[in-house]
C-alpha cells in the first residue's frame, strides 16, 4: 500500500467506527475506560519498558534535556494516566444532551440533541500521556479517533494504545474496532495525505508548539481547532487595587511561566504608572523575571531595578513561556484593549480594576477566548473551568472557543418528531 | 493597488470596523436595519434601472431563461428584501445571550456570552435580494460582512449595498464605516486571495450550487460552514401509516422540487413494497415524476407505470433538483440507515413508521443535520424551524448545524468575574 493508501485505511476504518461508537451507552463507555486504567496501571512495567527504548534512542539522537523530560514515563505519569481515565469515567456523557426543544404551531416538535463529532485526529508532540488521555476523552465523546505522536515517543505511544485497546475488547465485547487508531508511519506526509480527507474526517486538533500546529492548519482540508500560542495580558487600570494588581501579575507570569495562559506583556495604565510600576518590578526581578520595558517604563525603572531591557515591536508579540515580561505603559482602559487586540493570541486576558464601567468595557472589548476582571489569567483551563477534563483551549470562533472538556467534542443534530406534517 | 492589496484592505476595514460594530446596542442596530428596510423600498426606481442594465446584458450575453429569472428584481421582490430586513429588526439580539454561567469553590464566577463571529464573507451566485438578506443579518449579529454576489448582477447588488449604506449613515451618526462591504472586482482571483486572510476573516459562507461551494471550500484558508447539496430521503418502513407515507412523499418531492431539502431517493421496506410502491408511484408518475429504481422496484412497477428508468449508483448520489426520483428497496431500517450514511449529504432525512423502536433507531443512526419521524424533509428551514431568517443550511459539523439563523451567526467567549483570584 501507499502512504496515500494507508491513510485512506485509516480514515475509513474510523468513520466506520463511528457509528456503532455513538450508539453506544454510558454504562458500556464508562466499563471501557475503568478497564483501559487498570490496564494502564497493571501494565507498567511493559510501559517503561518501552519508554525506555524511545528515551534511550532520545539520547543517543542528542535531544534536548527538557524534550527527554517530557518524553519520559515514570510510575507517578502512568498513575496519572489511569487517574485521568477515571476521571472521564465518572463524567457525565456529553452525547444525547438536550440542548433544545421546540413545538411548532404545525405540531411539530423540535429537538437539537448533542451527538459526536464523529471522526477526529489529534496530532501532538512528544508527550506519551496525549495518548491516553486524548483516546479517553473522544472515547467516552463518542468520537473515532486517530492519534499520531511525535515520532520520538513512537514505542510508548504504541504501547499505551495497544495497552487500551487489548483492555476495551476484553471489557467490550462489541467495542468498534478502529474507534481508537495510531499513524504509527514516522513519514512526514502521513498528516498530509489525512488531512485531506474530509469524507471521512470531521477535525483535527494540533497539540503542541506554534510551528507544529501553523504546519497542520496550513495543510489541513478538514476543520482544524487549535490555538496558536498564547500572549495573555494584564492590564492594571488606574483604578486598580494595588495589591490585588501586585500579586494577580505575579501570578499570571510566575506561578508556571512555560504554558499558554501565562502572562506576556504587563499594560500598565499611565496615571498609576509611577506608583504601581516600581514595587511590582522589584518583586518580578526578585522572582529572576527578566523585563522588556517600552520607553517610558524604561524611564520609571532605570533607577529601580537593574538590566532592563528594551522592549522592541516583536516583544509584543512574543510568547516567552520562560521567566521573561513585556511592559507597556498605556492611556487608559481603550489603549489597552487595542493594543490587545492588534498584538494578543486571543487567548486570556485580564483588567484589574475597581470601576465597574471600565471592566465591563475591557470585557467586551477584548476579542478573546477568556477575559478576566481581577483574575489571574492562569486561570484559563478545562480542569478550573470546571470542565471536568480538557483536551485543549481553543482561540477560534467556529466550534468551540477557549477549554475543550468533553461537551466541546460534539456536534448536534436536529431531530423532528411528526405526525404526517406536510409543507404547505 | 494589486488585487491582492485591494483584498487585503478589504478585510482589514472589516475587521477594524468589526470592533465598533460588536458594541452596538440592540436598539441602534434596528433603528439602523429600519431605515435600510425603508430606502430600499424609496429607492425602488433606481434598484429596477440598475437591475436593468444587468438583466440587458444577461440576454445579450445569451444567459439561460432560469438565471435571468433568479436575476431579476420586481416591485414584489423589492418589497420582499425590505419585509426581510424588517423581520430581522423584530428579532431578538443574538449577541450577549448568557450560555452558561458557573461559580467556581474558590468564588471565581464564569460566564459564557454569545458574542459576533467577527468578519464573515458570503459569497453568492446570482439572486441579488441576497444583498440585502445576508447584510442584515450579518449586521444584525454584529458580524462585519464582504459580500461577494454573482458577476451578472453586480449592478443590482452595487446599487442594493449602496442604498443600505447610505441609510445606515443616516439613521446612525457611529454606523462604522466598513462594517458592510463588497467585493467590486470581477477578477475570480480575488476569492482566493480573500480567503487567505486569515488574521482578518472568520468565517466564510459560500451559498449556490455544488461548483461554486466546492471551489470555495478547495481554496479557502478560513472556516467555512456550508452544505454542498441536499440528497434527502424518505424511508418508508413496513409499519407506516400508507396513507401517510404517501402523502409525505408526494410532499417531499413534488411541493417545491428545485429546493435542496427536496427528497432524491425513496427507500421502501421491502417487506411493504409490494402494498406501498405500485399506489404511490401512480401517485407520482401523475404529478410528472420521472422514477429511476433499481432492480427489484422495477419488477413490481413496470405493469403499473411507464418510461421507468433503470437506477445506477451515480443515481443514489444525485440531488435532481428536479421531477426525478430515485426508488430502492431495502431491507430494514438498518439498511436505510446504510444507504442514507454512505449515499446521502447529511441533509435531511425522514422515516415513515409507527414503530418508536425503529423510529429511534433511524433519528439516532442517519448522520444528517434533521432526522424526521412521520414529517416531510422540507422542513428543515429557518423560518420552519422558528428561527425567524434563514442565511444558510450547514450539514457540517464544526460550528452550526442544520439551519443557521441570527444565533447561528455568533461564537461566545468565557468571562471571568474574580476578586483577586490566584491559581494555586
Known amino acids: 500500500m501507499t502512504l496515500k493508501e494507508q491513510m485512506e485505511q485509516l480514515a475509513r476504518q474510523a468513520k466506520t467506527a463511528s457509528r456503532p461508537l455513538a450508539r453506544l451507552t454510558a454504562a458500556e463507555k464508562n466499563a471501557c475506560l475503568a478497564a483501559m486504567a487498570n490496564a494502564i496501571e497493571n501494565n507498567t512495567p511493559a510501559l517503561l519498558a518501552a519508554n525506555d527504548l524511545d528515551v534511550t534512542a532520545a539520547h543517543q539522537n542528542g535531544l534536548s534535556p527538557a524534550l527527554i523530560d517530557r518524553l519520559k514515563l515514570d510510575s507517578k505519569r502512568i498513575g496519572s494516566m489511569a487517574k485521568g481515565l477515571r476521571e472521564v469515567a465518572a463524567l457525565p456523557d456529553p452525547v ?18 448533542s451527538v459526536p463529532i464523529g471522526v477526529i ?19 467516552k465523546s463518542g468520537n473515532a479517533t486517530i492519534l499520531r505522536g511525535g515520532k520520538e515517543a513512537l514505542h510508548s505511544n504504541q504501547a499505551i494504545a495497544s495497552t487500551l485497546l487489548d483492555a476495551a475488547r476484553k471489557a467490550l465485547p462489541n467495542f468498534p474496532e478502529h474507534a481508537i487508531q495510531m499513524v504509527t ?3 512526514r506526509h502521513a498528516i498530509g495525505n489525512l488531512l485531506a480527507l474530509t469524507q471521512y474526517i470531521d477535525l483535527c486538533m494540533p497539540r503542541g508548539g506554534e510551528g507544529l500546529i501553523r504546519a497542520v492548519a496550513e495543510c489541513s482540508k478538514v476543520p482544524v481547532i487549535k490555538h496558536y500560542k498564547g500572549v495573555c495580558h494584564v492590564y492594571v487600570d488606574a483604578m486598580a487595587d494595588l495589591a490585588m494588581a501586585e500579586a494577580i501579575v505575579l501570578n499570571a507570569k510566575v506561578q508556571r511561566p512555560g504554558v499558554c495562559n501565562a502572562m506576556e506583556t504587563l499594560l500598565v495604565d499611565r496615571a498609576i504608572a509611577p506608583s504601581f510600576l516600581p514595587s511590582v518590578a522589584r518583586r518580578l526581578h526578585e522572582k529572576q523575571v527578566e523585563l522588556r520595558v517600552d520607553n517610558e517604563s524604561k524611564r520609571q525603572l532605570e533607577c529601580v531595578v537593574p538590566d532592563l531591557k528594551p522592549a522592541t515591536e516583536e516583544d509584543w508579540y512574543a510568547e516567552y513561556l520562560d521567566l521573561v515580561l513585556a511592559v507597556r505603559i498605556v492611556d487608559g482602559v481603550q489603549a489597552a484593549i487595542d493594543h490587545i487586540n492588534t498584538y494578543g493570541s486571543a487567548h486570556s486576558d485580564a483588567i484589574i480594576t475597581r470601576d465597574e464601567a471600565l471592566a465591563r468595557q475591557f470585557l467586551q472589548g477584548v476579542d478573546s477566548a477568556a477575559v478576566y476582571w481581577n483574575a489571574s489569567t492562569r486561570f484559563t483551563d478545562g480542569g478550573e473551568f470546571g470542565l471536568g477534563a480538557e483536551i485543549g483551549i481553543s482561540t477560534d470562533k467556529i466550534g468551540a472557543r477557549g477549554p475543550m472538556g468533553l461537551e466541546e467534542l460534539t456536534s448536534y443534530k436536529w431531530l423532528g418528531f411528526g405526525t404526517g406534517q406536510l409543507r404547505g
Do not use: H, M, W
Open 185 to 187: 508511519t514516522p513519514d
Open 121 to 139: 485526529v489529534i496530532i501532538f508532540e512528544s508527550r506519551p500521556n496525549v495518548t491516553a488521555d486524548a483516546a479517553g476523552l473522544c472515547f
Open 96 to 113: 444525547g444532551r438536550l440542548l433544545d426543544e421546540r413545538v411548532r404551531p404545525n405540531g411539530l416538535k423540535l429537538q437539537k440533541v
